[in-house]
Every structure is written in structure tokens, then in C-alpha cells.
């Protein structure tokens, strides 16, 4: 067995280690370099509203491409990337296009409520700032 190669794998393995959770004020370990803290309240909107065309089970193909809560939610995104897609959610609720207009005239029932809007434009936000460092 090759010793010299072991050095580098175990200081990846801890530096991975060092940086994968982030302590709250609630003692609770949250968002991990590139994963995101997906409250109950956040995610029964979003399975109301959202998932059906924002998941892997999507066969919406475009929708899930730009915006896929299950990747966001296991950590397949960058850190940068989980920044830019709940930036991205804070925009699109702000100018009121999601759901957008085409998709509501065949599901009335999934536009979103002003409540829930901002409850996601409100978790997005910190979400974002939070993994910035602000």
C-alpha cells in the first residue's frame, strides 16, 4: 500500500468535513456548503404549488431544468448555484410570474396567495443572504 497518497485524501476528507454544517442560533445544523434548510411551512407551499413542475418527477422538462427543488433540496447545486436559483425565486415572485399566467389558466388553483409569496420570498431571501455570508 502507497502511504504518500493517503495524506492528501484525509485532509480533502477533513476540510470536507470543517465546512459541511453550519450552526443556527437554534443549535439546529442547517445548510451545508451546497444543500439548503427547506422548513415545513416552506415545503408543503412548494408541494402544493411548485413540485409538480419544479422536481424530478417533472416531465416538464424546461421548468425542471431551470428550477429542480429536489436537486436544490440534496445538494446537487454549487453553493453559488443554490444562491443564484433562490435569488432567481425572489425575482420571479417579485414581478408575480410564478406560476406563470399559461399555467394558471388550466390550474387556477396554483397560483400562489400573497401570504405564500412572500413566505417563499421571504425564506429565499434569507436563505441567499445567509449562505453569502451577510
Known amino acids: 500500500m502507497k502511504t504518500k497518497n493517503l495524506l492528501p485524501t484525509v485532509a480533502i476528507g477533513i476540510s470536507l468535513a470543517l465546512f459541511s454544517f453550519s450552526n443556527t442560533s437554534d443549535d439546529n445544523y442547517t445548510n451545508s456548503v451546497d444543500?439548503?434548510?427547506?422548513p415545513e411551512n416552506i415545503q408543503a407551499i412548494l408541494s402544493d404549488k411548485c413540485i409538480g413542475c419544479h422536481s424530478d418527477e417533472s416531465k416538464a422538462g424546461k421548468s425542471k431544468s431551470k428550477m429542480n427543488f429536489?436537486?436544490?433540496?440534496?445538494?446537487?447545486?454549487?453553493?453559488?448555484k443554490v444562491i443564484s436559483k433562490l435569488d432567481k425565486i425572489v425575482k420571479m415572485l417579485g414581478k408575480d410570474k410564478?406560476?406563470?399566467?399559461?399555467?394558471?389558466?388550466?390550474?387556477?388553483?396554483?397560483k400562489l396567495t400573497e401570504e405564500?409569496?412572500?413566505?417563499?420570498?421571504?425564506?429565499?431571501?434569507?436563505?441567499?443572504?445567509?449562505?453569502?455570508?451577510e
Do not use: C, H
Not at 444543500?35 to 427547506?38: A, E, H, L
Not at 412572500?118 to 445567509?130: C, G, H, I, R, V
Open 116 to 133: 405564500e409569496s412572500k413566505t417563499l420570498t421571504d425564506w429565499a431571501s434569507e436563505q441567499s443572504s445567509m449562505m453569502k455570508g
Open 35 to 38: 444543500t439548503i434548510d427547506i
Open 70 to 80: 429536489d436537486k436544490l433540496k440534496n445538494g446537487e447545486y454549487s453553493r453559488g
Open 98 to 110: 410564478m406560476p406563470p399566467e399559461k399555467f394558471l389558466a388550466k390550474y387556477p388553483g396554483k
